[in-house]
């Protein structure tokens, strides 16, 4: 069982930073990897970077690349994504999600997570 807990959302002008955070509860913490997905208003939810167990491996959807970095530190049991740049397309609700399985191949499939945060809220203004 792994239990996951966003935070770190919140309104910001476009081209500021926001840092989210994900807690994650469970001993097996290290050895799953973690992703990132955000849903705006009226769309659906979409991939957005995901990060190997051991930080060995890292992905992102296009329309971050260069602006957002994901990162662990398995000893506090936490991911952090790190949104520098923000641009109001960035807005929405951004969930924290542990892969189904241990030693996994990281993915950009949401059904391949099987542990998910509340989510934490992001608005960016124009």
């Known amino acids: 069982q792994v239990q996951l807990v966003e935070s770190g959302g919140g309104l910001v002008q476009a081209g500021n930073s926001l840092r989210l955070s994900c807690a994650g509860s469970?001993?097996?913490?290290?050895?799953?990897?973690m992703g990132w997905f955000r849903q705006a208003p009226g769309k659906e939810r979409e991939f957005v970077t995901t990060i190997s167990w051991d930080s060995a491996r890292t992905d992102y959807v296009d329309s971050v690349k260069g602006r957002f970095t994901i990162s662990r530190d398995n000893a506090k049991n936490t991911v952090y994504l790190q949104m520098n740049s923000l641009r109001p397309e960035d807005t929405g609700v951004y969930y924290c999600?542990?892969?189904?399985?241990?030693?996994?191949?990281?993915?950009?499939?949401?059904?391949?997570?099987?542990?998910w945060g509340q989510g934490t809220q992001v608005i960016v203004s124009s």
């Open positions: 999600a542990a892969h189904t399985r241990l030693w996994a191949a990281i993915s950009r499939a949401a059904n391949e997570y099987g542990y």
């Open positions: 469970g001993r097996t913490f290290s050895r799953y990897n």
